[in-house]
Nanobody, 123 residues
Framework: QVQLVESGGGLVQAGGSLRLSCAAS????????MRWYRQAPGKQRELVAG???????NYADFVKGRFTISRDNAKNTVYLQMNSLKPEDTAVYYC?????????????????WGQGTQVTVSS
């Protein structure tokens, strides 16, 4: 199995910065795309940013120019640098990874989620 563990959330004032990390571990053959989602109270989970295994990135319009996603393939880790934070960025942030798992000689592809980390931005 594969586990994703997020860290780096917390409380910050508007205009401040946080850096989230998500480390993947377990029976990983390779990690394809990695993504960050968020879910605010009473709202649906939404995609924040994604990065392919080759480093191609995409961002939701509401974070463009403020957030940066990156990854360290050697460490199976994805990061989300969040700058110029706004109160509306308050949410639980979830890491998501599309992994290829090797079981014996059989490859299979699965999607995994982390447990989430709370980000609270005060005004």
């Amino acid at each position: 199995q594969v586990q994703l563990v997020e860290s780096g959330g917390g409380l910050v004032q508007a205009g401040g910065s946080l850096r989230l990390s998500c480390a993947a571990s377990g029976s990983i053959f390779s990690i394809n795309a990695m993504r960050w989602y968020r879910q605010a109270p009473g709202k649906q989970r939404e995609l924040v940013a994604g990065i392919t295994e080759n480093g191609r990135t995409n961002y939701a319009d509401f974070v463009k120019g403020r957030f940066t996603i990156s990854r360290d393939n050697a460490k199976n880790t994805v990061y989300l640098q969040m700058n110029s934070l706004k109160p509306e960025d308050t949410a639980v942030y979830y890491c998501n990874a599309d992994c290829t798992v090797l079981t014996g000689t059989v490859e299979s592809r699965w999607e995994y989620w982390g447990q989430g980390t709370q980000v609270t931005v005060s005004s």
